[in-house]
């Protein structure tokens, strides 16, 4: 399967210019967060503001090493 970066994704990436990523088939994980609680809120207001189909998703082993997702909706 090849990963590719939809349009709102890459207007995402180009607004919130993670410096970490990782590149999945249905978006970006985002890594190495320091303030992992604010950054999450600032992407999903990002997202919201700028109406971007995307979700961010983001469980308790991720929080462990720092990173969320974004993912197309």
């Known amino acids: ?16 210019q993670p410096s970490k990523f990782k590149l999945m088939a249905n978006g970006i994980e985002i890594r190495g967060i320091a303030d992992i609680h604010r950054t999450i809120s600032f992407a999903k207001q990002l997202i919201d503001r700028m109406g971007l189909n995307l979700k961010v998703k983001h469980t308790a082993e991720m929080v462990g090493y720092g990173a969320f997702e974004v993912n197309n909706a």
Do not use: A, G, R, T
């Open 1 to 16: 399967m090849e990963k590719s970066i939809s349009k709102d994704l890459q207007q995402f990436m180009d607004k919130f």
